[in-house]
């Protein structure tokens, strides 16, 4: 119910602008393999994932 509303988005976005005021050299996450939502929406804010076969995540990561 709560989900498709962008407020996910609007989130991580509000964690980019903080990590860059704070000089934060890079973001990163680990995200379920499965959740390929969370995975689209990394993309979509510049975050390049990494995995490998076998790997139990997904690795995502942002350069600042």
Known sequence: ???NHGLGTELLKLLIGISR???LKC???EIL???TPMQHMCQKLGFELHSEKG???VKARLEL
């Open 1 to 3: 119910e709560s989900q």
């Open 27 to 29: 973001l990163v996450a």
């Open 21 to 23: 005021r704070e000089k």
């Open 33 to 35: 393999p499965n959740n």
């Open 55 to 57: 790997d139990e995540m």
